[in-house]
């Protein structure tokens, strides 16, 4: 009998990780039983499942050990040995389509989708998360690498791609029919004084670049010279980026050597601290308001809570996403790899917007006519006459808000 020995194996495993400072709640020895009521799942399912060909070791393990990461959190998964190979293969494929809110995995059925964004086109199809991909566009998958279904996901704004879909919890397949989203390249999609405020500076930061805090400090130093005596810094639908670039445009509003984020792993003495900059350049110490939205998260909700907890700044708008943690991909030994959440990360006062998001101190309910009308306000220019005539009718809630503050 093998099992004794996996066992054991596994049990010496485990116990090599005793020495972290944090322990999960139950006892070493509770690995045994466990273990063993897994196993006995799956030799039953083995001998009684009449479907022979999905019944091989590697098969349900591998589809064990999804569920186990998916459960973690959403950020966590395991990455299927087909997964791991096609990484290695095309290093340069990014498998997230950003323009429909997926991202493709491999796993030994072919693709399906291994993380949906929330509120993203996708899922506001009813696209569910892990199934399989059975057509795209009515082209079979079969036979295709990870580049070429890559390749055939991606499209212009405004164009529908089809997908037949076989959820893991449905007895049928489905098909969905998304419509690409644009998305935005430029990190600083806007600065300007405000129409009809020529005292008040507004920037959208739509993504934080490495070079964001470049761009937005030569922005502000044009519309201070212009006048400017206030901030906006929208936030909203941004869905965050590099982490040193967030802590060096947190730098350009607040003192010298501030703690603003703060990074914790399971063992305190890895925590890893994060400070504003050694100098300056201009004080600026006049009013801000950061407006973000359920779709603001990671850099966007580290920027906004941290200038919230030291009152620097207002924020208004809805709870933000809620991603505030740190992913690393660690290989195994047997041609897999896990993407696995290690650490989370923390404001000044020791939140984390993690599973929880930012809270805003003046809270907007938005309806479904701002969430169309916004991203139509932020490239007015391209719009037909009747469709800048419609928007004209439009008042930005957040921008209403922001000037009760901002004014004076």
Known sequence: MKWPLLLLTVHL????????????????????????????????????????????????????????????????????????????AHENIDPHIASLGITIGVRDGGPYLSALTTQ???????????????????KDPAGMDLAQWVKLLQKAPGETTTMKLKSLTEPKPYEISVTHVRVEEKALTHAQLLEGEPKIAYLRLAQFSSDCHNLVEKALDDLEDQGAKGMILDLRGNGGGDLHATIQL?????????????VRTRDPKDWETHVTPEQKRRERNYPIVVLID???????????????????????????????????????????????????YHTPSGRTPHGVGITPDVAIGFSEVDRQNFPLSLVKNTLSVEQQKALEAWQDPCLREALKVLRP
């Open 120 to 138: 993203g086109p996708a899922a506001k199809a009813n696209a569910t998360l892990n199934a399989q991909i059975l057509l795209i566009d009515g």
């Open 294 to 344: 359920r779709m603001s998260a990671s850099a966007s909700e580290l920027t906004a809570g941290s200038l919230q907890d030291l009152k620097r700044a207002t924020v208004i708008g809805e709870t933000s996403y809620g991603k505030g943690s740190v992913q690393h991909i660690i290989p195994m030994n047997n041609g897999t790899a896990l993407r696995l959440t290690i650490a989370t």
């Open 250 to 262: 947190l730098g350009l509003f607040l003192p010298p050597k501030t703690t603003v984020v703060t």
């Open 13 to 88: 495993l485990h116990a090599e990780e005793r020495a972290a400072t944090a322990k999960p709640s139950d006892s070493d020895e509770a690995a045994y039983p466990a273990i063993e009521r897994m196993i006995e799942v799956m030799e039953t399912i083995r001998q009684r499942h009449p479907d022979v060909d999905q019944l091989t070791y590697d098969r349900l393990v591998n589809h064990a050990l999804e569920g186990m990461l998916s459960s973690l959190d959403p950020h966590s998964s395991y990455i299927h040995p087909e997964m791991a190979a096609a990484m290695k």
